[in-house]
């Protein structure tokens, strides 16, 4: 069964940095789009980063671009985050996405398996 495994969440300083992965199995990761979104408390899922099934393009949401970078290692099935500069607004879980072709979206029914999650706290 697919499997995804979110880790790498934890409290950070404003300003800091911090790196998400996510460990997928049960599917052939390289065929497959995936995005990473979070959901802050009391608000709605949102969308952060998505990328190509081979890794060849990636985009992000406005709130994240220049500080967020997507990337994957299909050989090691495992998606990654690297966060920069965070803000406190980043505050959220952070989840990633199984997307259901090659190429990433921003809507949620573009994606058919999520991982549990991982808390992401900004504070000073």
């Known amino acids: 069964q697919v499997q995804l495994v979110e880790s790498g969440g934890g409290l950070a300083q404003p300003g800091g940095s911090l790196r998400l992965s996510c460990a997928a199995s049960?599917?052939?990761?390289?065929?497959?789009?995936m995005s990473w979104a979070r959901q802050a408390p009391g608000k709605g899922l949102e969308w952060v980063t998505g990328?190509?099934?081979?890794?060849?393009?990636?985009y992000y949401a406005d709130s994240v671009k220049g500080r967020f970078t997507i990337s994957r290692d299909n050989a090691k099935n495992t998606l990654y985050l690297q966060m920069n500069s965070l803000k406190p607004e980043d505050t959220a879980r952070y989840y990633c996405?199984?997307?259901?072709?090659?190429?990433?979206?921003?809507?949620?029914?573009?994606?058919?398996?999520w991982g549990q999650g991982t808390q992401v706290t900004v504070s000073s």
């Open positions: 996405a199984k997307g259901r072709s090659v190429v990433p979206g921003p809507r949620s029914d573009e994606y058919d398996y």
């Open positions: 049960g599917f052939t990761f390289s065929s497959y789009a």
């Open positions: 990328i190509y099934s081979d890794g060849s393009d990636t």
